[in-house]
C-alpha cells in the first residue's frame, strides 16, 4: 500500500485526501459552486462544437474561423485594468451577475441569423464576460475557501462542470447530424445557461469585501498603470511563469483553427466524431482527473506541475501530424491525440486557473489573474494567425509539429527554472 500513498484517495496523510470536511460557510459557498458548475458544463457542451458548426454548417472561410478560435482570448484583453477596478471597489457579486447576463444573453440572437459574422460579434459578446468571471471567481475562491481546500475543491467543479458538459456536447453532435437548424435552438440554450452561471456566482461573491490592502498596486487607475511593469520587475518568479506559460499558450492557440479542417477536408467527420473526440475524449481528463490534480498542484510547485503537462501535451498535436502521416490510420490517432489533450489539459486547466495565487500578494488575486488572462489575449493576437499561415503555405504536418516543438520548449523551461530554484534553497 505503501507504493501508491502518494494517490490522493489512498493516503492516510489528511493534506492528501480528496475529501476533507468543509466549514459551513465553505459548505454553502461550494453548493453554490457546483450549481454553476452544472449551469457553466451545459453551455460549455455547444461552445466546444463552435468550430465544426461555423466549418461544416456554416460554411464559414478558414479567416473566419481563425478568428473564431481567437475571440475567447483577444476578449479578455482589458481584463487586468477591469478586475483592477473590481478589486479596489468591491461588489463583486453585482459585477459578475451584470456582466455574465448582459455578455452572455445575446448569443441568443443566432436563432435568427445563419451568417457567421454575426456569430463573431455575438461570440466576441458572450466571451468578453469571461474576463470578469474568471478573475472574480479566483477571488471569490480565496475569502470563501481555506487555503488547504482551494485547489482541489476547484478540482471537482471542474469534474462537475465536465461531467455536464461531456453528455451535452455528444447530444449536440447527434442533433446537429440528424437537422443542422437545431443550431438555433443550441445557442439560445448555451445563452440561458451561460447567464445561469453567472448567477450562481454573482450569489456566491455577496458581501464580499474590496480586495486592494495598502501594500498593493494602488486604488487609482493612473497610479495603477505606472505599477504593472513593477508587477513583473518585483514579481521575478510570477513574471518566469507568465512567459513560459505565454509559450504553452502559443503552442495550444496556433493548431485551433487547423483541427475543425484537418477533422473535415482530411479526416471526413461528421458531427458527433467531432463532438465524441473534442467534447468527449479530450475532457475525460477534466471529469476524472481534476480533483487528483488539484490535491497533487497543492504539493507540487507550479513550475514543475505545469512543466510535466506542457512535455505531455507535446504528444498531442504530434499524434496528429502521425494520422495525417498515416491517412488510413487517421481517425485512430486523431482520437488518440484527443486522449494525451485529456491528460495534459486536466492540469493546465487547474494550473490556469489556480497558479496566479500562488504568486499573488493578499488583496491581489483578482489584479494577478486578470494580467494573467489579459497575456493570454496578447498571444491570441498572433498565434492562430501563425498556425493559419503555417496550414496555407506548408500544411497540416508542418503546423503540427512546429506546435509540438513550442509544448517542449515550454515544458523545458518550466522545469529547468523549478530545478534551479530548488537547487538555490527558493523551493522546497
Known amino acids: 500500500m505503501q507504493l501508491f500513498s502518494w494517490l490522493p484517495f489512498v493516503s492516510g496523510r489528511n493534506d492528501r485526501k480528496l475529501f476533507r470536511p468543509l466549514g459551513e460557510d465553505e459548505k454553502k459557498a461550494f453548493k453554490l459552486h457546483l450549481i454553476s458548475a452544472i449551469f457553466g458544463g451545459i453551455s460549455v457542451g455547444v461552445i466546444i462544437n463552435h468550430e465544426y458548426i461555423a466549418v461544416n ?21 482589458l481584463s487586468v485594468f477591469i478586475n483592477h477596478w473590481i478589486d479596489s471597489r468591491g461588489r463583486y457579486d453585482r459585477a459578475v451577475l451584470l456582466i455574465g447576463v448582459l455578455s452572455r ?62 453528455p451535452m456536447a455528444m447530444f449536440v453532435g447527434a442533433l446537429l447530424d440528424v437537422d443542422f437548424q437545431y443550431y438555433r435552438i443550441l445557442f439560445v440554450v448555451e445563452a440561458i445557461f451561460g447567464a445561469g452561471q453567472a448567477v450562481f456566482l ?26 504593472l511593469w513593477a508587477v513583473f520587475r518585483r514579481d521575478k518568479e510570477f513574471a518566469c511563469f507568465e512567459a513560459f506559460f505565454f509559450l504553452y499558450g502559443i503552442a495550444f492557440l496556433m493548431i485551433l483553427p487547423v483541427i475543425p479542417f484537418f477533422a473535415t477536408d482530411r479526416l471526413g467527420l461528421d458531427y458527433e466524431q467531432y463532438a465524441m473526440a473534442k467534447g468527449v475524449i479530450g475532457q475525460m481528463g477534466v471529469l476524472f482527473l481534476s480533483p487528483i490534480l488539484g490535491v497533487r498542484l497543492e504539493k507540487l510547485h507550479p513550475f514543475r ?8 501535451l507535446a504528444f498531442y498535436p504530434l499524434s496528429m501530424a502521425v494520422g495525417n502521416w498515416i491517412p488510413e490510420m487517421g481517425t485512430f490517432f486523431f482520437y488518440f491525440a484527443f486522449v494525451i489533450f485529456a491528460l495534459g489539459m486536466a492540469g493546465v486547466r487547474i494550473s490556469w486557473s489556480i497558479s496566479s495565487m500562488h504568486f499573488a500578494p493578499h488583496g491581489q488575486e483578482a489584479t494577478y489573474q486578470g494580467l494573467h488572462v489579459t497575456l493570454t489575449a496578447l498571444r491570441a493576437s498572433f498565434a492562430p494567425i501563425l498556425g493559419s499561415v503555417l496550414l496555407h503555405y506548408f500544411g497540416y504536418s508542418e503546423a503540427f ?9 515550454a515544458g523545458i523551461l518550466f522545469l529547468g527554472r523549478y530545478r534551479k530554484r530548488r537547487a538555490e534553497g527558493a523551493i522546497a
Open 105 to 166: 444573453l445575446p448569443v441568443a440572437l443566432m436563432f435568427f441569423s445563419s451568417n457567421v459574422n454575426v456569430l463573431l460579434l455575438l461570440l466576441l459578446l458572450f466571451f468578453a464576460s469571461n474576463s470578469v468571471l474568471i478573475p472574480a471567481q479566483n477571488t471569490i475562491m480565496k475569502q470563501r475557501y481555506r487555503s488547504s481546500n482551494r485547489a482541489r475543491l476547484f478540482g471537482w467543479w471542474s469534474s462537475i462542470l465536465t461531467l455536464f458538459s461531456l
Open 202 to 227: 454573482s450569489i456566491m461573491a455577496r458581501g464580499m469585501k474590496p480586495g486592494l490592502s495598502e501594500k498593493s498596486t494602488g486604488k487609482g487607475m493612473a497610479h495603477f498603470l505606472g505599477s
Open 305 to 312: 506541475f505545469t512543466g510535466i503537462v506542457c512535455l505531455v
Open 401 to 409: 509539429l512546429v506546435s509540438t516543438g513550442i509544448f517542449i520548449m
Open 57 to 77: 454548417g456554416l460554411h464559414a472561410a478558414q479567416w473566419q474561423i481563425t478568428a473564431l478560435t481567437m475571440l475567447w482570448p483577444i476578449s479578455n484583453l
